[in-house]
């Protein structure tokens, strides 16, 4: 008797896990930028022929290229690519804007 409540008790636990996930998938931002074909630069040193590869295959958005401390206009352009550049002189993070 106690197999087969064991048994009924694990058939309820798939339906249980699946009543834990959540129900819908967060918005994905658009690809406005070419971001998806220059993230694989993330981690690259930011020296000139990065950037000049990076400004090629984002073409035809334009690059705003953002040191560290650099200061910038907060206008936003979903066209743009943006590249952060950490301390180190490493493309940091990418993003449309």
């Known amino acids: ?44 040193r930011a020296v000139a022929e990065v950037r000049n590869t990076v400004g090629q295959v984002a073409r035809p958005h334009p690059v705003r290229w953002i040191a560290p401390g650099q200061v910038i206009t907060l206008d936003q352009n979903p066209d743009r690519l943006n590249v952060i550049v950490d301390e180190a002189g490493r493309i940091a993070v990418m993003r449309c804007g």
């Not at 058939?11 to 249980?16: F, I, K, N, R, S």
């Open 1 to 44: 008797m106690t197999f087969r409540s064991g048994a009924a008790a694990l058939a309820w636990l798939p339906l249980c896990a699946a009543s834990a996930l959540p129900l819908k998938a967060e918005p994905v931002a658009p690809d406005t930028c070419s971001l998806a074909l220059t993230a694989r630069f993330v981690g690259a």
